[in-house]
Structure formats: C-alpha cells, structure tokens
C-alpha cells in the first residue's frame, strides 16, 4: 500500500477518534448541565447513551445515579451507586452516597454490611484475583530460590509466611464476593416477596424499592431471591435489576 495512503489513513482515523471523544465530553457534559437545572429525565437520558456508546465507568454510573437519585427513583440510583462501587470499591464518595441515599430511605439498616462485607468489599473481583495470583507466584519464586542456595532460609519462611496470609485473605474474600456475585436490587416501589412463582399467589412480604436481594433461581416471569435478613420468595423479573448488568 503506498506510504501516503497509510499515512491519510492513520489521520483520519485520528481525527474521528478525537471527535468521537470531543463529542463524548461534550454530551457529559450537557447531561452534568442538565442535573444541575433539574433537568432530569433529559440528564438520565443522555448518561444512558453514553453508556450504550462508550461503556460504563464510575464517574458516569455515580452520575446517573445522582441524576435518577434526584429525580425520586432511589431503586435505580441504588443500583447505579452498586455499580460504581462494584467498578470503584472502596471509593468514599461512592460509599458515602450509598449509605446516604439508604439512610434518606430507611435501607441503611436492613442492608447493613457486616465487617467482612465491609473488608471484602476494599477491592473487587479482579484485584482480590490479581492479589492472590501475585502471593502465589511470589512463593514459587521464593521456594526456587531456595532451592538454588541464593537466599537465605529465613528470609525465605518469613516472606513464605506472608505470602500464605496473602493468598488466605485474598482467598477468603474471593469466596465471599462470589457468594454476592448474583446481587439485585428492588427498582419497583411495589415489589412483592411470593410463596409461589405465580402472579396472585400469596405474598410473604413486601419488599422496598432499593433493597439488596440475591438471585437463587428463575422461573418465567420470576426471581426466587434472598434478602439480608434471610426471607426468601419470589419477585416479578421486571421488579429487579442484576448489578452486574445482565
């Protein structure tokens, strides 16, 4: 292919790119324009289109939150700060709005997290991996090292030892998020705990819009869900939201 032609390639390339960027910024920025006029609906519109163009990321998904916080929606302003903070754990702003907004809705104490949610939670998925992968390969330098005479042995089994309580810890921490990996949260302010999966069939409890609940199954147009107080029964599918984005 002929040099130039590579060349004018690589610029427009370039320059659809920055514009691409340039018109991303801008359109953040008219949503962020938007919260502050209380427009909204329109603002939550806008952070909803960039998400489906660029992805999420913390700061948009704090953002929408924010927008559909103030707009009286706390279910998918909870779900949106439960996002963020899956993205950002252990983000102060993020988890000072969370307890927030649960507190202004009276959550904060039916969704309490325990010390070790609170631990677990200093990190997500990938870095409590990444912790432990490290810890492990840090001891299978150490014990080659070992063998090859070049350390000395009780640098060796000191070092060995934290490597240990690494990979425990991370271990730990990787089995309990996991528990939590099927996480929703209540977005209808009528939703319904069933004894059945069947519309009409008795109700155990009402549950609040925002609530935290784990998904244990489906079936049909149903969630079997746990909350944090340990009731089960089931949810209309439309009355809960994955945080994960399934």
Not at 74 to 90: D, V
Not at 183 to 189: E, G, K, L, P, T
Request: net charge neutral; hydrophobic share 45%.
């Amino acid at each position: 292919m002929n040099k130039n032609i590579v060349i004018a390639v690589i610029l427009f390339t370039s320059i659809v790119f920055q514009a691409f960027l340039s018109s991303a910024a801008t359109l953040f920025e008219e949503a962020n324009t938007n919260v502050t006029a209380g427009n909204y609906s329109r603002a939550i519109e806008q952070y909803n289109q960039l998400r489906e163009e660029q992805g999420s990321s913390p700061a948009l998904l704090y953002n929408l939150a924010r927008a559909f916080e103030e707009n009286g929606q706390p279910g998918l302003a909870i779900l949106n700060y439960s996002r963020a903070e899956s993205l950002a754990p252990g983000d102060a702003e993020i988890i000072s709005a969370l307890n927030r907004i649960r507190k202004t809705t009276g959550l904060f104490e039916e969704d309490s997290q325990s010390w070790q949610d609170r631990f677990t939670s200093l990190f997500n998925l990938n870095h409590w991996s990444e912790l432990l992968l490290g810890a492990l390969l840090c001891y299978a330098a150490l014990q080659l090292l070992l063998l090859l005479r070049s350390v000395n042995k009780k640098v060796v089994v000191t070092i060995s030892t934290l490597c240990g309580l690494v990979a425990a810890v991370s271990t730990t921490a990787l089995a309990l998020q996991w528990q939590t990996m099927d996480a929703m949260i209540v977005v209808s302010d009528s939703a319904k705990l069933r004894f059945s999966p069947i519309t009409g069939s008795d109700v155990v409890r009402e549950i609040r819009e925002g609530r935290k609940v784990i998904l244990l199954k489906q079936h049909g147009d149903f969630c079997y869900v746990e909350d944090s107080s340990g009731t089960k029964g089931w949810v209309a599918k439309n009355a809960v939201v994955a945080v994960d984005g399934r």
